[in-house]
């Protein structure tokens, strides 16, 4: 086995998926909004990450059992990303323009609790049932957004260095050194994922802002489109 190749293929991993914001920003998005615990958030990272490596490993064996031309599967490669860059831009339009309408609609307003203290908050538009406590109802009625956007964006984006870069050097070796290679880079840009995601959600969490809870969606839904577009026209 070339220890080069598998060097290689960590540094790839690891280093190309940080460099990619779209593998970490938007799990930092939707876990703020669904105020999901770090717990929850590593699993849908982990079961996202698998599904985004295994789309790009199944290619390449594909490609290699068939002997097809690398290029031909880059190209592929290149139609996934484009695919995925523009579903996340359309997710994070999507999600900013609903976090917007509900942000209107939530307008806050006071309730004054018995022994005189004040809350505010919203209702969405809606009005309390009977002898419910502003804070059951406000809990009641939070968005926990899936995750399945994101488990699409990410199975649909390809890891663009794996086939041409190191499973298809790795086959003149035997199909033993393909599949070691691709668990290695697996490994690592999983891991990386999971960092990125931990490292900014620590970061974020740092930051209160309790004014801008109405506005939690909306925000979410422009950092996604934010990043569609660098990654669109920036090529980031």
């Not at 809350?119 to 899936?146: F, I, M, Q, R, Y």
């Not at 070691?180 to 969490?205: D, H, P, Q, Y």
């Not at 801008?212 to 422009?222: I, N, Q, T």
């Amino acid at each position: 086995m070339n220890i080069i190749l598998l060097a290689t293929a960590a540094g790839l991993g690891f280093f190309h998926t940080l460099i990619g914001v779209d593998h970490y920003v938007p799990f930092v998005a939707m876990s703020k909004t669904g105020k999901w615990s770090m717990k929850k958030t590593f699993i849908i990272v982990l079961i996202c990450g698998i599904g985004h490596v295994l789309s790009s490993v199944i290619l390449g064996l594909l490609g290699i059992w068939l002997g097809a031309q690398v290029s031909v599967l880059v190209g592929i490669e290149d139609l996934r990303g484009e695919l995925a860059t523009w579903f996340l831009i359309a997710f994070g339009m999507i999600y900013m323009l609903w976090g917007i309408r509900r942000a209107i609609k939530n307008k806050p307003h006071k309730h004054v609790l018995p022994g005189g203290s004040e809350v505010w908050h919203g209702h969405d538009g809606k009005a309390h049932d009977a002898g419910e406590s502003p804070e059951l109802h406000a809990k009641n009625t939070g968005v926990s957004p899936s995750f399945w956007p994101l488990f699409i964006l990410l199975v649909l984006g390809p890891c663009e260095p794996l086939i041409p870069l190191l499973m298809y050097p790795a086959a003149e070796a035997g199909m033993m050194a393909v599949a070691v290679v691709a668990i290695v880079f697996s490994f690592c840009t999983i891991a990386a994922m999971l960092l990125g995601t931990f490292v900014v959600l620590k970061g974020v969490n740092l930051i209160k802002t309790p004014q801008l809870e109405r506005y939690a969606h909306v925000l979410a839904g422009f950092s996604i489109l934010m990043c569609g577009l660098a990654i669109q026209f920036l090529g980031i």
